[in-house]
């Protein structure tokens, strides 16, 4: 069991890695993989000129490139991540960020900052925009658990049924800051398409920096979310504390895509995709399936953005594009799950 | 096998219990020694459930005390409780298909460290309760696939392998046909006679129950009406006063077990 989860994720990371080099030759420039290496070595060790190498090159690779392609796949593995403790805890294959919620409540959060911004309250938009985003996917969180926390044991039904009737609501709020946007109504659209365009270290550093923590500690957990499949009464009868397991990896599930949300915008499907197809590749254990998850969910939304900088003609916000890929998925997944149900 | 020996191994003093206004059980005074096997019995919304989830510590009385092993058991974590007590429900839902020996495994969770693996006990003790359950072929099956008969043998198995002190079962066999109802119960017996295994089940059918059970907890309106060997418990008048139905009782004279007969021509007036 161990050796096979480790062997699945050291693999995983190296073609997560490979694909990361791959994706930084590809673009405007065309650059090597060997210079790509040399140039990544070259800054790691603090040395700002490789000798043989073009130093507009090395600012392309390091200073727009791999700022962008990290970001990328930092939120993509968190996504995954995040979508497959959501569906865990859920028992629910359709579950995902949006499902309870949360992304809206982090779109609504940003575009309010984007609103205060636009009629005058001005505050730094890379101070304001991760962190309305942070507090309005927390807020929404809180309003979700408040709403079902009559139901002791925040069933599934009650906690899906809270998310999708906060999230008609905050929808509507969004439209309604769109509104009062008016004539600037571009910059909220185009920041809720989702992109990864321009993204600096600043960025790497928020999103790995909260990420990657957050994640240790879904991971810590993993076996009581397998045991916690079985049902709460079950798993409480098993010796697992399952309300607050949930409650704990619900909040950093929820951070990890207010995170994400909060540097890329709205990205769906990623975080509904990854886990279903490692799920059906690699079988439900949490122990192996979320590690594959991350490194899964940062090799496809990095392919994906790829596709979109370096390859399309012109650049697609990649929102539309995971969505445009997605959409057909998720119905296709609905009516399996459907299908399997009525047999 | 944590088994022991010791007299009064549940004990509930003064249980009270109830879902907001209304009051689902009351006053329950009741003693459970190891090595016997006790019938829940009593009709829907009696409180079966209720006392079930008090047992297993899954639910808090209002009032009074729920001991084992003579400490209350808000003194024991989760996990330690799960050492002593396992349970068997009646519904069984999987989101995921995980595989029949996986499953099975989980029984061994409150058994495991978080970091560590399995050791050899926990394999040898999986295998024997997959064996005991003839689950073995069904191993490396989805359990999403298994008919409901297999399911709940593997249910049963995870109990098993989970090698508490006392199994409780709620409503555990009342989806199953009457053989793959009597392997399991053949296979709970063998246990409480060999390793001294205290069974509480709740169980609706009351020819089941008297065949299977060694004493009967009979409640009705959330109240105790009887406690004790099913030969002193269950007779005409018990069955007309619990469950308002008119029954003959049957004692075989050979095997000294217990028939229940409902005569359809006679009705309680």
């Known amino acids: 069991m161990e050796i096979r989860s480790t062997l699945i994720s050291a693999t995983l990371g190296l073609v997560l890695a490979a694909t990361i080099v791959a994706s930084t030759t590809m673009g405007f420039l065309s650059i090597t993989p060997l210079e790509v290496l040399q140039i990544i070595g070259a800054r790691l060790k603090g040395a700002t000129t490789v000798t043989g190498i073009e130093p507009s090159?090395?600012?392309?690779?390091?200073?727009?490139?791999?700022?962008?392609?990290?970001?990328?796949?930092?939120?993509?593995?968190?996504?995954?991540?995040?979508g497959a403790v959501f569906q865990g805890i859920l028992l629910n294959p359709l579950a995902d960020p949006y499902t309870l919620g949360v992304s809206s409540g982090a779109a609504f959060g940003a575009s309010l900052a984007l609103i205060l911004s636009i009629i005058g309250i001005s505050m730094p938009a890379f101070v304001s925009v991760p962190l309305f985003a942070f507090i309005g996917a927390m807020a929404t969180l809180a309003a979700v658990f408040s709403l079902s926390s009559r139901d002791e044991s925040l069933s599934s039904n009650s906690l899906i049924l809270a998310g999708v009737i906060v999230a008609a609501i905050l929808s509507a709020g969004i439209g309604f800051i769109k509104y009062l946007a008016d004539e600037q109504v571009s910059v909220i659209i185009f920041w809720l398409m989702g992109s990864?365009?321009?993204?600096?270290?600043?960025d790497v550093l928020l999103v790995g920096g909260l990420t990657l923590p957050t994640m240790l500690v879904i991971f810590y957990f993993a076996r009581d979310l397998n045991i916690m499949s079985l049902g709460e009464r079950t798993a409480d009868t098993l010796g697992v504390d399952s309300s607050r397991i949930k409650k704990i990896l619900l909040l950093c599930a929820s951070l990890i895509s207010a995170v994400a949300v909060s540097v890329s915008g709205v990205i769906g499907f990623v975080g509904l995709i990854v886990p279903h197809l490692l799920r059906a590749i690699?079988?439900?254990?949490?122990r192996t399936l979320?590690?594959?998850?991350?490194?899964?969910?940062?090799?496809?939304?990095?392919?994906?953005?790829?596709?979109?900088?370096?390859?399309?003609?012109?650049?697609?916000?990649?929102?539309?594009?995971?969505?445009?890929?997605?959409?057909?998925?998720?119905?296709?997944?609905?009516?399996?799950?459907?299908?399997?149900?009525?047999? | 096998m944590t088994a022991t020996t010791a007299e009064n191994y549940l004990q509930l003093d003064g249980v009270s219990f109830g879902?907001?206004?209304?009051?689902?059980?009351?006053?329950?005074?009741?003693?459970v020694r190891s090595g016997r096997v006790y019938g829940l019995i009593g009709p829907n919304g009696s409180g079966k459930t209720s006392l079930v989830n008090l047992l297993c510590?899954?639910?808090?009385?209002?009032?009074?005390?729920?001991?084992?092993?003579?400490?209350?058991?808000?003194?024991?974590?989760?996990?330690?409780?799960?050492?002593?007590?396992?349970?068997?429900?009646?519904?069984?839902?999987?989101?995921?298909?995980?595989?029949?020996?996986?499953?099975?495994?989980?029984?061994?969770?409150?058994?495991?460290?978080?970091f560590s693996s399995p050791s050899l006990d926990d394999h040898e003790l999986v295998n024997r309760a997959?064996?005991?359950?003839?689950?073995?072929?069904?191993?490396?099956?989805?359990?999403?696939?298994?008919?409901?008969?297999?399911?709940?043998?593997?249910?049963?198995?995870?109990?098993?392998?989970?090698?508490?002190?006392?199994?409780?079962l709620d409503e555990a066999t009342s989806n199953l046909d009457i053989r793959h109802t009597l392997e399991i119960m053949r296979v709970l017996k063998k246990r409480v006679s060999q390793s001294g295994l205290c069974v509480i089940a709740a169980i609706h059918d009351l020819n089941l129950a008297a065949s299977f059970c060694d004493e009967f907890i009979i409640l009705k309106n959330g109240q105790l009406v009887s406690c004790g060997p099913v030969e002193h418990c269950l007779n005409r008048e018990l069955i007309r006063e619990v469950f308002e139905v008119e029954a003959d009782v049957i004692v075989d004279s050979e095997s000294s077990g217990m028939r229940i007969h409902y005569p359809f021509n006679r009705t309680i007036n």
């Open chain 2, 57 to 114: 510590g899954t639910r808090r009385p209002d009032r009074g005390v729920v001991r084992l092993l003579g400490s209350p058991l808000s003194a024991y974590s989760k996990k330690q409780l799960a050492r002593h007590l396992s349970l068997v429900p009646q519904e069984f839902t999987l989101g995921f298909d995980y595989r029949v020996r996986d499953i099975v495994f989980m029984g061994r969770h409150p058994h495991i460290g978080r």
């Open chain 2, 19 to 31: 879902y907001s206004e209304k009051e689902v059980l009351s006053d329950i005074d009741l003693n």
């Open chain 1, 196 to 202: 990864f365009v321009g993204r600096s270290w600043s």
């Open chain 1, 57 to 82: 090159f090395i600012f392309v690779v390091w200073d727009v490139r791999l700022p962008r392609i990290l970001t990328a796949a930092v939120v993509g593995g968190g996504l995954a991540v995040a």
């Open chain 1, 290 to 343: 979320l590690p594959a998850c991350f490194f899964g969910g940062g090799i496809l939304l990095l392919l994906a953005d790829t596709l979109t900088r370096a390859w399309l003609p012109s650049e697609l916000p990649i929102g539309i594009l995971t969505s445009l890929l997605g959409g057909p998925f998720f119905c296709y997944i609905f009516r399996r799950k459907q299908l399997g149900r009525s047999s």
């Open chain 2, 130 to 168: 997959m064996a005991e359950m003839d689950i073995e072929s069904l191993a490396d099956r989805p359990v999403t696939e298994l008919s409901g008969g297999e399911k709940q043998r593997v249910v049963v198995a995870r109990a098993l392998a989970q090698d508490t002190a006392t199994m409780i």
């Open chain 1, 282 to 286: 690699l079988g439900p254990d949490n």
